[in-house]
């Protein structure tokens, strides 16, 4: 047997409706808790601030220039240590010319002096190529002047020197009278070249 409802239906709309209005009034409050905590976390998580930003920005701005400025100074530093290396690679191979001067000088009769020793790096021809490696000339002219009291003390001068088998050339530029403390005498001058291997920093 079914059941007759004889409450009014407008009645039963009201109730109904304020059955939805209690339910929203216990459920509202929960969603705004919900919705305050999660805006909540998310501000703590998400870093916004335009203040913060420009401070991140200024700080790596700062730490950029600060590795360039070290960057910089080592570079320098490398500069200067291989600087430093060349000079004392340089001076350390230098040739002892000394000896060389004093085998001239053995090479001279008593009859034979010389009165000037001129020693100059040859030049590299226009558009040749230079090895990266070299540290100084590795060839040089050495011009020696003198007199000699005979021509024959200057031609053996020429002859010791080009048997020393040391230099790449022995050539006579010049040798004319003159007159030397009162007494005639040769005055010569003689031009050398000799290589010095060291010179390529090998």
Request: aromatic share 6%.
């Amino acid at each position: 047997m079914k059941g007759i409802n004889l409450i009014p239906a407008k009645r039963l709309a009201m109730r109904q409706r304020q059955a939805r209005v209690h339910l929203w009034i216990k459920i509202a409050p929960i969603c705004i808790s919900l919705l305050a905590g999660i805006y909540g976390y998310l501000a703590m998580s998400w870093d916004t601030r335009t203040a913060d930003l420009e401070a991140k920005q200024i700080a790596l701005t700062n730490e950029v220039e600060g590795a360039k400025k070290e960057v910089d100074q080592r570079k320098a530093a490398a500069r200067q240590a291989a600087a430093a290396t060349w000079a004392n690679k340089a001076v350390a191979e230098q040739p002892d010319w000394g000896l060389l001067l004093a085998l001239l000088a053995d090479k001279l009769d008593e009859t034979t002096v010389l009165s000037s020793v001129d020693l100059r790096p040859v030049e590299p021809a226009k558009g040749a190529a230079v090895s990266k490696d070299l540290v100084r000339p590795d060839r040089y002219t050495i011009q020696l002047s003198g007199f000699a009291r005979k021509q024959e003390g200057v031609s053996q001068f020429v002859l010791n020197l080009e048997r020393l088998g040391l230099f790449d050339s022995v050539v006579m530029k010049e040798a004319k009278r003159t007159v030397q403390l009162s007494a005639e005498a040769i005055e010569f001058r003689v031009e050398c070249t000799v290589t010095d291997a060291t010179g390529g920093g090998q």
